[in-house]
């Protein structure tokens, strides 16, 4: 069985989305944002692959996801949640990404087989999905706010 090389740290930040696909790509440009942090601490830019969250998972305290997500909330407007917060309504979130395995079905499994690492999903609603490499002004202007949201997230 194949089993990737995912090194141990404490916390992991994963940027999920695809950079051809306009707001979809707001993980990976957040990341982009982020500078230098503590020890310790991974950036990971996890494209479109949802199911490699289950391995992060298993090698880590703490995630932390960036991602396009629509839980309800209105266009524009960024969600912070923990997955213990979202249990009650986990098929609503619908991850926007090309994903192999969505980002629904990875939280449910990891909280299905009990992984004991938190985790933070910090997601946006995103304005535009369509093929380009920009984000919309929307989405753009809210990266300040969603890079803020993650360095709370790790201790210094």
Do not use: C, W
């Not at 949802?50 to 309800?72: F, Q």
């Not at 997601?123 to 706010?145: A, D, T």
């Amino acid at each position: 069985m194949f089993k990737p090389n995912i090194p141990k740290t404490s916390i992991k930040v994963i940027g999920f989305g695809n950079i051809f696909m306009s707001d979809d790509a707001i993980g990976i440009k957040v990341l982009d944002k982020l500078g230098p942090l503590p020890a310790g601490v991974e950036v990971i830019d996890g494209g479109t692959s949802a199911a490699d969250l289950i391995s992060y998972a298993k090698e880590s305290e703490k995630l932390i996801i960036i991602d396009a997500v629509d839980a309800g909330q209105d266009t524009g407007e960024v969600l912070k949640f923990r997955l213990a917060d979202i249990g009650h309504f986990i098929k609503k979130v619908k991850s926007y990404s090309l994903h192999d395995f969505g980002l629904a079905e990875a939280l449910s499994l990891i909280e299905k087989l009990n992984i004991p690492a938190e985790i933070i999903i910090i997601g946006i609603k995103p304005k535009n999905i369509s093929f380009g490499e920009e984000l919309s002004e929307e989405v753009e202007k809210k990266i300040p706010e969603i890079k803020s949201m993650v360095l709370e997230e790790i201790p210094d």
